[in-house]
Nanobody, 120 residues
Framework: VQLQASGGGLVQAGGSLRLSCVASGSIFSINDMGWYRQAPGKQRELVAL???????NYADSVKGRFTISRDNAKNTVYLQMNSLKPEDTAVYYC???????????????WGQGTQVTVSS
């Protein structure tokens, strides 16, 4: 199983970016999918989470600016980021809880990370 993230880049404050993350491989089912970020010198933190049923949860710092969504048919999770701020600068990682045969439980998988840089 692999998670491939894309869509990062350099943007001015107030701008927008859309991140995508595709899960591929021998996948039976995907439960929660999410985006995390890690800024230099800081711990990795949850940005947004979406359940298989579409329920969402956001960090307070991004509420009202970021939107997480998923396409279950494509095993893909998205993060639409609007009104970006310099403090959003970080490496963004996607994560998914995946059930793959023959393992009889969900395991957590991580993407490789994509850099988001917001200039002031």
């Amino acid at each position: 199983v692999q998670l491939q993230a894309s869509g990062g880049g350099l943007v001015q404050a107030g701008g927008s970016l859309r991140l995508s993350c595709v899960a591929s491989g021998s996948i039976f089912s995907i439960n929660d999918m999410g985006w995390y970020r890690q800024a230099p010198g800081k711990q990795r933190e949850l940005v947004a989470l979406i359940t298989s049923g579409g329920n969402t949860n956001y960090a307070d710092s991004v509420k009202g600016r970021f939107t997480i969504s998923r396409d279950n048919a494509k095993n893909t999770v998205y993060l639409q980021m609007n009104s970006l701020k310099p403090e959003d600068t970080a490496v963004y990682y996607c994560n998914a809880d995946i059930l793959r045969p023959p393992v009889p439980r969900y395991n957590s998988y991580w993407g490789q990370g994509t850099q988001v840089t917001v200039s002031s």
